[in-house]
């Protein structure tokens, strides 16, 4: 329990510090091409707050549950009577309810069709890959692991003779 808490914090204070780099970074560029007072939230987003500080310490709040949301889903991978198919389904479910609809929020997609639309098409594509470079990993491990089972198998099976 000590370890998934842990991965919890951890997962909450580098994507809160991620997602605040990245729209200090936004901003400074925006600023620096001459979009002066450029904000990188949402307006719409803004307008939900009684001030733009509280909007934004919100929006790194959000960023941290996002985090949150993927490092304590994955442990659905842990769960040894599922198979991969069905901890990868779970696990697709869990995050993409969670990071679609906060990000739904910041963004205030339901307003731009074009922007959810290109938003869940790349959130597939790169959950698509993940699943892709994952699955090619625990297959080499298991081929590691069925290695090293045969060779410890080799030496029983000459002292029987």
């Given at each position: 329990?000590?370890?998934?808490?842990?991965?919890?914090?951890?997962?909450?204070?580098?994507?809160?510090?991620?997602?605040?780099?990245?729209?200090?970074?936004?901003?400074?560029?925006?600023?620096?091409?001459?979009?002066?007072?450029?904000?990188?939230?949402?307006?719409?987003?803004?307008?939900?707050?009684?001030?733009?500080?509280?909007?934004?310490?919100?929006?790194?709040?959000?960023?941290?549950?996002?985090?949150?949301?993927?490092?304590?889903?994955?442990?659905?991978?842990?769960?040894?009577?599922?198979?991969?198919?069905?901890?990868?389904?779970?696990?697709?479910?869990?995050?993409?309810?969670?990071?679609?609809?906060?990000?739904?929020?910041?963004w205030q997609l339901h307003k731009?069709?074009?922007?959810?639309?290109?938003?869940?098409?790349?959130?597939?594509?790169?959950?698509?890959?993940?699943?892709?470079?994952?699955?090619?990993?625990?297959?080499?491990?298991?081929?590691?692991?069925?290695?090293?089972?045969?060779?410890?198998?080799?030496?029983?099976?000459?002292?029987?003779?």
């Amino acid at each position: 329990m000590k370890e998934v808490l842990k991965r919890g914090i951890t997962s909450f204070v580098l994507s809160s510090f991620a997602g605040l780099l990245v729209n200090l970074i936004i901003d400074i560029i925006m600023n620096a091409k001459g979009m002066t007072g450029f904000n990188s939230m949402s307006p719409d987003y803004v307008a939900l707050f009684p001030s733009v500080t509280i909007a934004a310490y919100i929006n790194v709040f959000l960023y941290g549950i996002i985090g949150v949301t993927f490092a304590l889903s994955a442990l659905i991978y842990e769960v040894e009577k599922m198979g991969f198919l069905i901890q990868s389904i779970v696990y697709f479910v869990i995050t993409s309810v969670v990071s679609v609809g906060i990000t739904m929020l910041l963004w205030q997609l339901h307003k731009y069709p074009a922007a959810f639309i290109s938003t869940l098409s790349g959130y597939a594509v790169t959950y698509v890959i993940m699943t892709v470079i994952e699955y090619k990993r625990l297959k080499a491990d298991i081929k590691v692991i069925n290695e090293l089972s045969m060779e410890s198998e080799s030496p029983r099976e000459t002292n029987r003779a």
